[in-house]
Structures are given as C-alpha cells and as structure tokens.
C-alpha cells in the first residue's frame, strides 16, 4: 500500500485560486517566493529539457506593463473596454510571474509536451503559493498573446511564449466555492 498523504490530498481537493483583483500587498519578497519557484521548477519535464523559465515581475515593471497594453491595444484597434481590460491585468497586480514556455529542438520531445510541461509549471506554482498561505491566481489576456507586447515588454526570442502569468499577493476575502466538472460526464474506464 502506498504511504498516503491526508493533508496533501486535502489541498488538492479544496484548492481554489484567488481572483487577482482580491489580491492586495504585501507580496512574497524574494526569500518567500524562491521555494515557490523550486517547487514550479519540480514540474514534470519529459527529457529534462527545462522547456520553462521565469520572469519575477514587481510592482514598477507591471505598471510599465500596463503602459505597455495600453498603447499595443490602441495599435491594434482593440475596443476601448478591451484595451481597459488588458491594462488592468498589470495595474492591479503586486508582483506576479511570468512562466515562459521555452521551445527547446529535440528529437525524442514534441513541442506540444513542452508545451504541458510549461502549463504544469504555472500549476505549480499556483498550487505552492496558495500552500504557503499566499493568494495567487493564474492569469494571461490578450497581451500576454501579443508577439510584440512579449518583445518588448518581456524581451522573449521568438522561440518563447508566455504560458501564464502567476499574480500573487495576501489575500483579502476568500472566494467563494465555484461549481465543478461532473466528474462521471467527464470520465471513461476501459478495461480491456
């Protein structure tokens, strides 16, 4: 039998993420986000590739960022609640983490499990962040999207995209529970 972990389990079957515009400061300092970014850093990663890299992104650069989706939606013809909308995913934000998908030439690992292994980190990270006791929440918008918003306000190559961006800060109201996926709608058993 294998060595269950209640409290582990317990999480998992409880978690729930936080909504960005909940979150307010203090956000974790660097010694209190590192062991968050060991845990996302432990994602499954088929060929220790490391298809994954981070962007720790404080407050002055997520208000640059905002700058930045203001003036790329407004190039872009977006609508003006949209551009409102884009902006506002930096302008509230205290610190957060840019999880990069890094796309790595092999022969052995296809693009798409780089792919998961860059979406397993922002979960991750997620996940260890809202176990430390701190609100998190997984977000991305059309920004994050953007090939030129990602060049300039990121300096991602061409071979990098954003997977999500990790908000992070103390919680002020909790959530409440949200309805989840029917479990048996959603699953098969084949036993032959």
Not at 18 to 35: Q, S, V
Not at 40 to 45: E, I, K, L, V
Not at 50 to 66: G, T
């Amino acid at each position: 039998m294998p060595a269950p972990n209640p409290a582990a389990m317990e999480f998992l079957l409880t978690r729930r993420s936080r909504p960005a515009k909940t979150l307010t400061g203090p956000a974790p300092d660097r010694a209190a986000l590192t062991p968050l970014l060991t845990a996302a850093a432990r994602s499954p990663d088929h060929g220790k590739l490391e298809p994954f890299r981070f962007i720790v992104l404080e407050k002055p650069a997520l208000a640059r960022l905002a700058d930045l989706a203001a003036d790329r939606g407004a190039d872009l013809g977006k609508a003006t609640e949209d551009i409102a909308k884009g902006r506002s995913i930096y302008d509230q934000g205290h610190l957060a983490v840019a999880v990069i998908e890094v796309q790595k030439p092999s022969e052995k690992i296809p693009a798409v499990e780089q792919t998961y292994s860059a979406g397993a980190a922002c979960l991750a990270l997620l996940n260890a962040a809202l176990a430390s006791g701190w609100g998190a929440n997984w977000l991305s918008g059309w920004a994050s999207h953007d090939r030129e918003f990602c060049q300039q306000g990121l300096g991602l190559e061409p071979h990098e995209r954003v997977a999500g961006l990790i908000f992070l800060g103390t919680e002020t109201s909790a959530p409440p529970e949200r309805p989840r996926p029917d479990l048996h709608a959603i699953t098969s058993w084949i036993s032959e």
